[in-house]
């Protein structure tokens, strides 16, 4: 079969299947395209994706001071009051205290012992409410971080604070699961407000209880209602008092210096 010629040039004329590109192909020449550019936009967002938490603040703001001090510090000294004051009134008001009266100092119902057990298991029971509390607040934008106070150098305060011995090694990882030890770290940091809260509210509280009892020998005696209650939401309201917003302030802190890790730019591996 002849092949047409161009009128003008005298050459062969292309034929309609070389002019114009197959349906098909163009198809999937459009799709590849789309899907190239989804890509890119999803790229795009990923890149743009905003932090899990707020930005951390450059100072006290309003908030934090609410959350730190009112809720933190008010609501934990209600709430911790409350319930020491229930726990002693069913300690010592269902036993029979005249064959076991309450006595500063001598078992099986004394109050020295049972403050100091009370300091010890509040402050570990705060710092796990306050972990995940203030993990969840942070997550869900309730409160922001503390921004303005810079990681110590000293190593014994980075590990108290979980943070690398070496300063350039940033924060680490805080998004990965726990091991049992690090686990034991928790309740050891937990204790350790203990142990600065019995030495600080203990010597007080024992030497206030002096001035209530009954004298007998070396030790003091007390009724079952209302001392030892009244003493216990004293001792448990002002321990939450002084400690939880110490232990929300470190979590607040912590993650202001995980954000900044988070932010900071690395560079690309050639």
Not at 10 to 31: D, F, H, I, N, V
Not at 214 to 240: M, N, R, S
Request: with cysteine; aromatic share 12%; net charge negative.
């Amino acid at each position: 079969m002849a092949i047409p010629e161009d009128l003008e040039t005298g050459a062969a004329a292309p034929s309609a299947a070389a002019q114009e590109p197959s349906l098909e192909t163009a198809t999937t020449t459009t799709t590849a395209s789309d899907g190239n550019g989804q890509n890119q936009c999803v790229e795009g967002e990923a890149r743009q994706e905003p932090s899990k938490t707020l930005e951390p603040t450059t100072r006290f703001s309003g908030r934090q001071i609410f959350y730190i001090f009112g809720l933190d510090g008010v609501g934990a000294m209600i709430l911790s009051g409350g319930v020491n004051f229930a726990i002693a009134y069913a300690m010592y008001t269902t036993q029979n205290t005249v064959k076991r009266p309450v006595r500063l100092w001598q078992l099986p119902n004394t109050l020295a012992g049972d403050a100091a057990v009370t300091i010890f298991v509040q402050c570990l029971i705060t710092w796990f409410v306050e972990l995940f509390l203030l993990r969840y607040d942070l997550r869900h934008h309730s409160v922001q971080p503390i921004g303005f106070i810079s990681q110590p150098s000293h190593p014994w305060v980075r590990m108290f604070f979980f943070l690398p011995r070496d300063p350039s090694a940033g924060v680490g990882n805080p998004h990965r699961p726990w091991t049992l030890l690090e686990v034991i770290q928790q309740a050891l940091r937990g204790l350790s407000f203990g142990v600065v809260g019995f030495l600080v509210l203990w010597p007080i509280f024992m030497g206030a209880l002096t001035g209530f009892g009954t004298k007998e020998g070396a030790d003091y005696v007390y009724h079952d209602k209302w001392l030892p209650q009244v003493f216990k939401l004293i001792l448990g309201g002002v321990l939450g008092l002084l400690t939880t917003p110490l232990m929300a302030m470190f979590w607040l802190v912590k993650a202001g210096w995980e954000y900044k890790k988070e932010e900071t730019p690395t560079v690309a591996e050639v």
